[in-house]
Each structure stands twice: as structure tokens, then as C-alpha cells.
């Protein structure tokens, strides 16, 4: 009775107070219905008051909870609304700077960048604006039901049309290498039989020759010839790739503010050294990567070229997004992009994964081979033209038979951080174990290296064989390859040693070796440029001695055609130390598939160095002189 007394009271008391008793289930009904009206938990949530926290509410503490509280259902109801408007100001904004701009001065290259720059984005946001709308209404065929004969007549169309694509591509390509390629450098046939020949051995030594579909192996190649075709080609490609090479220089010359400030202006621009000059640039790229992947720009990018490359090649649209991604990340981030996909990937797809992170470089250590010297146009062209040619070589090497599942390129990986501030500071915290790994490495097997040297000369040694060295073996057993690439055959032996170098310790040290060279190359043409007499410089073995400086050219030079296939060459993780790093990747992400992964790892490493191989086929025989 007592408590029946007490409960009405208590009610009569919270009507004529409140309106409502404030129990356990109105507070879960109110905060639902905001969520709810927001589509958002976690932003303009408004937790309800009970009894003593609302009486406590009055004056101005009141008035600004019923302001939260406004805006907050105002917003949770035309959040999106209120976002579109906000985006639409900063667009019409920016086009009036860009109006103005253009205006105020055009025709110099920051003008044209930016005109560049607006005009990429002018597209790619016409596409997402597509897309948004169209959806799957958009449908370029009908997806009713047909009979089994108009079926089959659509397939029998579609195999015939691509039959004869590949043939009058064939017949194209074929007839501009013959016109503009062979008549002009008939040396540069050399690189043709390069391909022939890597293309045969990897057929006879597939895992399942009768298998091969030759559709992916076909397009793969000639969407790498046409990437070489225009880039190398072309003038106003090779000056396009230039002027991107030169702002990738620029944009990567901004590291030195953070170096400087941490390690002092004499370490890093006086001196140079290593650790200081080179390293810094892992660490801003890694940085920016991480704010970019946040941002989504690196996945629409990503997305748009796998799925141009699976649409081509008939790959996987998993296989086909990590191709792409590997353009700009290492081999152990790109997967993270599929990793929805990675459990139920067949053996063929996950070799082409494998391979792919073989077949290119990282976007980081991209910046530290161009502080070396090596031209960054030529490494950014390296890195595209290796995408179509991993999954070439891959589905050669390792062909599919089995039957791979449909895929959502929409469940592509995305970032766990929560603003740009989180970005920057995990993508720099990131980056230090690839740093870290860089600066370790390079020290292990340059000591490793010295050892097996003067290991190999101790017993040369013994037998009357003066300076046997790892170098110098390597520039014997990789001489064909470096041959069939179409290097200058007085360079041969040289550019063999950095393959060697690249396959059995890493890139790392093979384009340092390969900057040397480079830099001979400069200083020995502008001491010609002054003394070109017989008398003025001499070579002492490899060496070529400066005599009006005093200066010595170590390991000499080569020509420029060498260099740049070089260049293509070396671009990319396939040698053995990178097989550990990536196999242990790779099982983090899918430790279910760590036994498949540990069989076709050797396969897909040696297809990955051949990918790079048939990149420097292809810069060997489009080779031209201009520009260089």
C-alpha cells in the first residue's frame, strides 16, 4: 500500500515537473531516436538527463542545452544537406582562385600545372558524380533471361571480336616497330629476341603449360608496349613523364625541412650522408601515402586502373587492384587493399598478387633512388609498365585452373584512422620499421658483401687469380640477360653486376651502384666537353683516369642507353631477401594460406625479376636518343 502511494506520487510529481518519468527505457528510446535521426552514434549525440541532472539545467545552462540539443536534431536530419553546401562553397571558391589565376598570369609552368591539376580533378569528380547517380541503373547490357542459343551466339561473338583485337593490335604494334623502330636502331632488335625467349622459357616451364590464357598474357605485354610506346616514344610523352619526374623531385625536396631541422644543415646538405639525406624521404612519403589513403584519393585512383587492367586482361578484379596498387605502395601495403578478397583467392591469384609485389617498388623508397641520381621519370615509368607485365607473366608462369569467385571492387581495405592529424602521425610512426629495415639492411649485406669478396679474392688468390670478386662473377652469369635487354655490348658486364647485386642482396644497393655510374657519366662529359684529347684521359682497367683534375671515374661509365635499362631493370623487390619479408606479409594477413603462399613464393619471386627483365626489353627496343 505504502509503495503504491509512493509510486503515484512520484508520478503525479514527474508529470507536472517533466511531462514524462525519466526511466531506464525513455533514455535508450531518446538516445536511439538520435542516432537515428543522424545516422551517426558518435557525432551530435545528446545524452538524456535524468530527474536531478535536468533540475540542475536552468538559466543559461538550460538555454544552451536546448541550443545542443536543436542543433543536433537540425543536423542529424540535414546532415547531408548541410555537407553538400559546404562542399559546393569550397568548390566555387576554388574556381574562382582558379579563374583568377589563370587570368592574373598564364602560360608559365605553374600555370599549366595548375590548369593540369584542376583539369584531373575536374574529371575524376565528373566520374564520381556519375557514378553516384547512375549507380546500377546504368547497365551497358541486358541481364534478363536468354535462351542457351542466344547465349552461346553472344559468347561465340565475344571470342571472335577479341581474336581479332589481339591480332590487328598485334599486326599494329608489329608494324611501328618494324617502321619506326628497326629501321632507325636495327640494334635494338636484340630486345624483340629478349622477349621471344622469356616468353618461351616461362611457357615451357609453367606450372600447367596446356592451361595458359593467352588473353591476359597478350594484353598484359601490349598494354605494356603502348605505356612504353607513348612515354618513350613519343616527344610530348617523354616531356610529360619529365616534367612529372621533375615535380616528384620537388615535391620529395620538401624532406629536407624536417631533416634539417632534426639532424642540422651540414649532415644533409653539406655532407650528404646516407642516413640523413635519404632516409627522410621514406618518412615524408610514408607520411603523405597515409594521409592520401585516409583522404580515399589513393583507392579511387587505385580502384579506376584495376579495374582498366582487369577489363583488358580478363584478371581478377582482386589481382587486377593489387597490380594497380603496387604502382604506388610496397609489396606488404598493397594487399592490404584486398584483404577481403585473400582468403578465398585461388593459387594462380594469389602468385599474381605475389608476383605483382615483386615486379615494382614502393612509392617511398621511389624518392630514395632519385636522391641517388636515377631519373625519377624513368623509375615512375618503370613502375607502370610493370603492373600489366606482372600480371602477364604470372598467368604464364602460373596459369589458372581453378575457379575464382566474383568480386566487390567496392570492399576495398580503408583507413582506421579518424582525421588527417591521426593520418600524419601513423603514417610517420609506420614508416619507421621500413626505415629502420632500409638503414639495417643496406648495412648487413654491404658487410655480408665485403666478406664474400674478400672471401672469393683470398681464393682466387691460392690459384693465381687476381681480383675474383661477387661483382665480377655476376657480370659473367647474368650476361645474357643483360644482352637480350639490348644493353651496349661493351656494357654488358657491368649492368649483368647489377642485376646480380639486385637479385642477391637488393635494389637498394644495385641503384646506388647504378648512381655511380650515372655520375660518372655527367663528370666524364663535362670534362670532354674541355679536354678531348687522347693524351687528356686514359682508362686503368675499369677506371677512367681524369688527368687535368686529378680525378678518377671508379668502375667508368656507361652509355645512356645502358643506363636507362638499367634503370627499368632494377626496378623492382625480386631477390631473395624481399621473399622472407613479403612471405611473412602476407601470412599476417592470411595466416590460413600460409602453406600455399610458402610453395609458389620462389616461383612468383623469379617471375617478378622477369617481369622487370621484360620492362627493360621494352625500354631497350623503343630507345631513342632525344631527350636524354
Known sequence: ????????????????????????????????????????????QIEPMDNEEEENYTGCP?????????????????????????????????????????????????????????????????????NRLCGSKIKLFDSGEKSFATERRHRKMKRYTGRFLMVAVFLGLA??????????????????????????????????????????????????????????????????????????????????AGAVFVFGDVLVNTYGVFAFRVLPVVVFFYTVTSVLYYLGVMQVIVKKMGMFLSFCLGTSPAESLNAAGNIFVGMTEAPLMIQPFLENMTKSELHAVMTGGFATIAGSVLGA??????????LITASVMSAPAALAISKLAYPETERTKSEDMDRMGKSKDRNVIEAISSGA???????????????????????????????????????????????????????FMGTDVPDCRKVAELVGIKTFTNEFLAYKELSILIANRKNFTQYTAVWNASSDWFYQGDDIILQHVNQTLKKGIISDKSEVIATYALCGFSNFGS???????????????????SQIVLRAMIAGNVACFLTGCIAGLLYKDYGT
Open 1 to 44: 500500500m505504502n509503495s503504491e502511494h509512493t509510486s503515484v506520487e512520484m508520478k503525479d510529481q514527474g508529470e507536472i515537473n517533466h511531462g514524462y518519468i525519466p526511466t531506464e527505457t525513455n533514455a535508450k528510446e531518446q538516445n536511439h531516436d538520435l542516432k537515428k535521426s543522424n545516422g551517426d552514434g558518435n557525432k551530435f
Open 369 to 378: 633512388y632519385v636522391n641517388f641520381g636515377v631519373p625519377a621519370n624513368h
Open 175 to 256: 608494324a611501328y616497330i618494324i617502321y619506326d623502330v628497326l629501321i632507325d636502331y636495327p640494334q635494338n632488335a636484340v630486345s624483340i629476341a629478349g622477349l621471344a625467349l622469356y616468353i618461351i622459357i616461362f611457357y615451357i616451364f609453367s606450372k600447367n603449360p596446356a592451361k595458359v590464357k593467352w588473353r591476359p598474357v597478350f594484353w598484359g605485354f601490349a598494354l605494356q608496349y603502348i605505356f612504353a610506346l607513348v612515354i618513350l616514344r613519343t616527344e610530348w610523352g617523354y616531356q610529360a613523364f619529365q616534367w612529372l619526374g621533375d615535380r616528384v623531385t620537388e615535391f620529395l625536396n620538401y624532406s629536407n
Open 579 to 597: 621473399m622472407g619479408i613479403f612471405l611473412g606479409g602476407m601470412s599476417a594477413l592470411v595466416p590460413s594460406r600460409r602453406g600455399d603462399l
Open 62 to 130: 538550460g538555454v544552451a542545452y536546448k541550443i545542443q540539443t536543436g542543433v543536433a536534431i537540425a543536423v542529424g536530419k540535414h546532415g547531408s544537406r548541410i555537407k553538400q553546401a559546404v562542399k559546393l562553397l569550397f568548390l566555387v571558391l576554388y574556381f574562382v582562385y582558379f579563374g583568377y589565376a589563370m587570368y592574373y598570369e598564364f602560360g608559365d609552368e605553374g600555370s599549366i600545372r595548375l590548369l593540369v591539376c584542376t583539369i584531373i580533378g575536374v574529371v575524376l569528380l565528373l566520374i564520381h558524380i556519375f
Open 429 to 483: 610512426g609506420n614508416s619507421v620499421k621500413v626505415v629502420a629495415a632500409i638503414a639495417v639492411n643496406v648495412m648487413a649485406f654491404l658487410c655480408v658483401l665485403e666478406f664474400v669478396n674478400m672471401t672469393l679474392d683470398w681464393f682466387g688468390d691460392r690459384v693465381g687469380v687476381d681480383g675474383l670478386s661477387f661483382q665480377l662473377i655476376c657480370s659473367y652469369v647474368f650476361y645474357p640477360i643483360a644482352f
